[in-house]
């Protein structure tokens, strides 16, 4: 079994998460699970934020969505394949 996980970590949240969730829209087919976090709730909302991806798809798809969100300012993302 093998897994391909994207790991993303976007700075300044408020600023950047429409950027970063336009292109995980249009990258949609190859994402089966999502997670995200960030602290906080209501008026005390971290600018911070942290998404787990799992991805199917080629390795080359993979590899550009991992691309495409790296490039964004304020945003960080490490792509990882885990296998037994």
Not at 21 to 32: D, N, S
Not at 54 to 65: A, C, I, N, R, S
Request: charged share 25%.
């Amino acid at each position: 079994m093998a897994k391909t996980l994207l790991i993303i970590l976007v700075g300044k949240r408020k600023e950047t998460a429409v950027k970063v969730q336009q292109v995980l829209t249009a990258w949609g087919c190859i994402i089966k699970t999502r997670l995200g976090i960030h602290d906080g709730v209501m008026d005390n909302c971290s600018d911070e934020g942290l998404l787990i991806l799992e991805l199917y798809g080629t390795d080359d798809q993979k590899k550009e969505l991992a691309r495409k969100v790296e490039v964004l300012s304020g945003v960080s993302s490490q792509l990882v394949n885990l296998s037994l």
